[in-house]
């Protein structure tokens, strides 16, 4: 295998997140075209607003911050100054001095401990800023999930299968068909973006709020499904040539 082909083939083992982006934008612009002036089309022109966002936020999460790794690094060099005046001053100490030697080693190590505890803290709060930020935003596609499920949940199937005449509009098999479907491939995206918090930043609690996104999106599609699989099994919803 080249390398060239090796390079392809790792292309598959992560997500990209300019071709999730750019899935959105094709989606929100095939609801769009559908559904022109409808609530699930303007739900997805914020899904790729907040998409595009994420991008941001996930290199935002990479990069180091630089003002606290500047700490732990003085805090570190810091410990290493006092470690090698103790040595040095090991090296000089007499018989009558011993007192005081263990006086100066016990304030020496009480000073690496409390500066390895701040180095240890400032590390943590680097980690906790990032997990903050990239909860928050996991929170609002948590969200977002929800008002899909809230879209699709007054679409039922009976009203195609039991029309009510006095409706003001009533979709098509075929339209409720799409829409459904559409609603779904929202779903799938919005898990997809939530992945990309955690590609790159391994942190148990945001994995554990990743997981939790993807189990709820599947649940929800789950529901979406036996709705088109009832719409489907009525025999009602056509064959188009060039799906939209």
């Known amino acids: 295998m080249t390398d060239w082909q090796g390079q392809q083939d790792r292309k598959f083992r992560r997500l990209d997140a300019d071709h999730i982006v750019a899935t959105v934008?094709?989606?929100?612009?095939?609801?769009?075209?559908?559904?022109?002036?409808?609530?699930?089309?303007r739900l997805v022109a914020?899904?790729?607003?907040?998409?595009?966002?994420?991008?941001?936020?996930?290199?935002?999460?990479?990069?180091p911050h630089l003002p606290i790794r500047l700490g732990a690094g003085i805090l570190s060099a810091g410990i290493v100054m006092l470690i090698l005046n103790l040595l040095f001053h090991v090296r000089r100490v007499q018989s009558d001095d011993f007192t005081?030697?263990?006086?100066?080693?016990?304030?020496?190590?009480?000073?690496?401990?409390?500066?390895?505890?701040?180095?240890?803290?400032?590390?943590?709060?680097?980690?906790?800023?990032?997990?903050?930020?990239?909860?928050?935003?996991i929170h609002e596609l948590r969200a977002m999930a929800h008002i899909v499920d809230m879209h699709q949940l007054t679409k039922d199937p009976?009203?195609?299968?039991?029309?009510?005449?006095?409706?003001?509009?009533?979709?098509?098999?075929?339209?409720?068909?799409?829409y459904l479907d559409y609603c779904g491939d929202s779903l799938a995206l919005i898990s997809k973006i939530a992945?990309?918090?955690v590609q790159e930043f391994q942190d148990s609690v945001l994995l554990a709020a990743v997981d939790e996104v993807e189990e709820l999106t599947s649940g929800f599609s789950r529901k979406i499904w036996q709705k088109i699989t009832l719409l489907e099994n009525s025999g009602r919803v056509p064959v188009e040539a060039a799906p939209v």
């Open 100 to 137: 005081s030697a263990v006086q100066a080693l016990e304030a020496s190590i009480s000073s690496v401990v409390f500066i390895g505890a701040a180095i240890v803290f400032l590390v943590s709060w680097e980690n906790r800023i990032k997990r903050e930020r990239a909860l928050k935003a």
């Open 158 to 178: 009976e009203s195609i299968l039991n029309p009510n005449p006095d409706a003001k509009r009533r979709m098509t098999p075929f339209e409720l068909n799409r």
């Open 195 to 197: 992945a990309l918090y």
């Open 25 to 41: 934008e094709v989606l929100q612009q095939r609801i769009q075209s559908r559904f022109p002036s409808s609530g699930l089309s």
């Open 46 to 63: 914020e899904l790729l607003q907040v998409s595009r966002e994420t991008v941001a936020r996930t290199e935002w999460i990479q990069r």
